[in-house]
């Protein structure tokens, strides 16, 4: 089993930053990727950015050049730089961790975007 616990959400007015962290504890060994995913209400969960174990990023589209994706293996965390938030980024993100054919989810951090 993995644990993720993530960390940093908040409200923000637009055009503001912050900056999300997840944190993988158990059974680490063997994670290939890890990832951020966003539910706005009423909307389905949307991939946002993962990272693979070699560094490979992938980011959404809406995102792209505001979101930044980083990790950190010595310290099993992941983070979520997002700069220039717009309202339309409000939701609840979500860290999950890939390892073999397991897919485990964190709870979930609430980001707020005022216009």
């Known amino acids: 089993q993995v644990q993720l616990v993530e960390s940093g959400g908040g409200l923000v007015q637009a055009g503001g930053s912050l900056r999300l962290s997840c944190a993988a504890s158990?059974?680490?060994?063997?994670?290939?990727?890890m990832g951020w995913y966003r539910q706005a209400p009423g909307k389905q969960r949307e991939l946002v950015a993962r990272?693979?174990?070699?560094?490979?990023?992938n980011y959404a589209d809406s995102v792209k050049g505001r979101f930044t994706i980083s990790r950190d293996n010595a310290k099993n965390t992941v983070y979520l730089q997002m700069n220039s938030l717009k309202p339309e980024d409000t939701a609840v993100y979500y860290c999950n961790a890939l390892r073999g054919v397991g897919l485990y989810w964190g709870q979930g951090t609430q980001v707020t975007v005022s216009s």
């Open positions: 158990g059974s680490i060994f063997g994670i290939n990727a």
């Open positions: 990272v693979t174990t070699g560094g490979t990023t």
